[in-house]
């Protein structure tokens, strides 16, 4: 069992930039690919980006590339989503999850994550 939590979300004016953390709890967390899926209201949950185990390997939405980069540190448990350039569009609640056996081309699909956190609120004002 992975245990997620979210922080770092806020209210900030187009062109800003946020910082999101995720915590995760438990031993074989560096063992496991991580994503960030926002989910504005009214829509479904998308994919923006993914982390490999190793962190070598990342994966973007077209919406988000040269703005948003992923990382993680394996010793803190943590992956990060830092976003610049924001837009309006951006709003929404952000969700980090844990996948235990996905290949790096099926991280863009929800249903390939084990494991989700409550998720952090974004709002981004134009």
């Known amino acids: 069992q992975v245990q997620l939590v979210e922080s770092g979300g806020g209210l900030v004016q187009a062109g800003g930039s946020l910082r999101l953390s995720c915590a995760a709890s438990?031993?074989?967390?560096?063992?496991?690919?991580m994503g960030w899926f926002p989910q504005a209201p009214g829509k479904e949950r998308e994919f923006v980006t993914a982390?490999?185990?190793?962190?070598?390997?990342?994966y973007y939405a077209d919406s988000v590339k040269g703005r948003f980069t992923i990382s993680r540190d394996n010793a803190k448990n943590t992956v990060y989503l830092q976003m610049n350039s924001l837009k309006p569009e951006d709003t929404a609640v952000y969700y980090c999850?844990?996948?235990?056996?996905?290949?790096?081309?099926?991280?863009?699909?929800?249903?390939?994550?084990?494991?989700w956190g409550q998720g952090t609120q974004v709002t981004v004002s134009s």
């Open positions: 999850a844990v996948a235990k056996r996905a290949t790096m081309t099926s991280l863009s699909l929800w249903n390939a994550y084990d494991y």
């Open positions: 438990g031993r074989t967390f560096a063992s496991y690919a």
């Open positions: 982390i490999s185990w190793s962190g070598y390997s990342t």
